[in-house]
C-alpha cells in the first residue's frame, strides 16, 4: 500500500515563496537596468552584496565550523554544561543567519541566469544552427 504524500509545512512555503518573490526582484530590477547606462552600478552593487552577504553568513556561523559537531566529539575536559552550551550556539547562530541564504541564492540566481544567457545560449545555438 502506497505512503500518503507528506504536504509541505507553511513555513517552508512561506521561505519557497519568499525565495521567488526575492528572486523575481532581483531579476526584475536587473533587466530593467540592462539597457540603461547604470546597468554597471547595478551589476556591481549586485555582485558587492552577493559577496558581503556570503562574507557576513560565514563569519558569523564561524566558517561552519560547529555544524554536525555533537557533545560526544568535544573534549572530555569540557562540563556537559559547556558542551550544551557550545553546541546550541551553533545551531541558534544558523537558524538566526538563515534568512541571508534567501538573499544569497536570489543573487546567485541573477548571476547563474546572466552567465548561462551570455554563454552556454549561443554555444547552443552554434551548436544546432549547422546546415546539412
Known amino acids: 500500500m502506497p505512503t500518503p504524500a507528506r504536504a509541505f509545512p ?6 519557497i ?12 530590477i ?21 559577496v558581503a552577504f556570503v562574507a557576513v553568513f560565514l563569519i558569523y556561523n564561524r566558517g561552519m565550523s560547529r555544524k554536525g559537531i555533537t557533545e560526544d566529539m568535544l573534549p572530555d575536559t569540557w562540563s556537559d554544561e559547556e558542551k ?17 541564504l534567501l538573499f544569497i541564492f536570489a543573487l546567485l540566481f541573477v ?5 548561462c544567457e ?8 552554434g551548436i544546432f544552427s549547422w546546415q546539412m
Open 118 to 125: 551570455l554563454f552556454v545560449l549561443p554555444l547552443l545555438e
Open 30 to 50: 536587473y533587466r530593467f537596468f540592462l539597457e540603461t547606462p547604470y546597468f554597471l552600478i547595478i551589476f556591481w552593487l549586485y555582485m558587492v552584496a552577493l
Open 10 to 15: 507553511k513555513s517552508a512555503l512561506l521561505k
Open 111 to 115: 548571476f547563474v541566469v546572466d552567465a
Open 17 to 28: 515563496g519568499a525565495l521567488v518573490a526575492l528572486c523575481a526582484a532581483f531579476m526584475a
Open 84 to 100: 550544551k552550551s557550545f553546541v546550541a550556539d551553533g545551531r541558534l547562530r544558523l537558524d538566526r543567519s538563515k534568512w541571508m
